[in-house]
């Protein structure tokens, strides 16, 4: 789950790492009425939208009077936000957050994640902050700092000692970065997160280290610990399917191809959308209904990969284990006849009733095509969708 800029800075206070004070607004009376809780002019007026790139898309402004402020507010709210990662559709700002400004001597990066090549955590530091560290890692690999936390001894002094000698912090600001790497650490654990990162983490002409940026994403499956957490989450910001999906216990992921693809589980998930790539297709989603879909459920699936206009063929990929085949089929038929379905469905069913199922589907009336093996069910749903 990802969640607002001003969402993860005030994480990152409650675990003690140095943030200017800020504010959200959602109008620009909001703005007026807490400017003056603020020190300033100047402050920093940043659009809130779960996307990076927001400063070039005209989402981050400087105000250098209370004028300018309530100007670029009015001016950001309502936008919409065009990044490379909100795509041509943009994403609409609901929300501003104004913050105090911050004199900056030198930007740096710090991020801290689970490192799945070595089943440890690791501090990800660079001099290079303030830009994509994607673009750093990818050009100027040598300017990437990597230090390793074992997880079961967890965080130690020396990890920060380490990463202050990599980055050239001496005295104060190495025993200042210690503290911010000790927080990011504690909040990572605590909250069940799966990346926090701050970029950039800036040094004053003072040499005092502040957050000026905060990117906190967390690990859906923990969520159900972490209740202060779960109500932080924003639908605005997330794709209407994928709520919908989710209120319906399905997993949805919308993609750009013209596949639907209807699984049970996410191992055979990834496999189907490979072999449809394989054999020169593209999904259009991602949709697991779960190991114990009902027809209903089948239903709901085929109403959201249905509401996808670029969608001109569905393939079925159903292993049935505890979940029977012939309630699929019966799902797929129902689903079929209520909706009206157009485009060619494709049903490869295989494991636990799949003779009753295949016998559902033979008599049902429908252009439902059967496939014995799932590399012949994406050749078939490739060429029929094509």
Known sequence: MNIHEYQARQLLRDHGIPVKPDFMATSVDEVEQ?????IGPPWIIKAQAHT???GKAGGVKLAKSR??????SKSILGMTLVTPQTGPRGKLVRRIMVAEDTRIAKEYYLGFLADRATASYIFIGSTEGGVEIEKVAAETPDKIIKVTVDPVAGYRAYHGTEMSRQLGFKGALAKQLGQVMSGMYQLFISKDASLVEINPLVRTPEDTLFALDAKVTFDDNGLARHPEIAS???IDEEDPNEVLASKHDLSYIKLDGTIGCLVNGAGLAMATMDIVKHYGGSPANFLDVGGS????KVTEAFKIILSDPNVRGILVNIFGGIMKCDVIAEGIVAASKTLGVKVPIVARLDGTNVEQGKKILAGSGLKIIPASSLGEAAQLIVKEAN
């Open 232 to 234: 932080l989450r924003d």
């Open 293 to 296: 879909a009902s027809t209903e």
């Open 52 to 54: 990076g790139g927001r």
């Open 67 to 72: 004028e300018e402020a309530l100007a670029h």
């Open 34 to 38: 807490k400017l003056s809780r603020l």
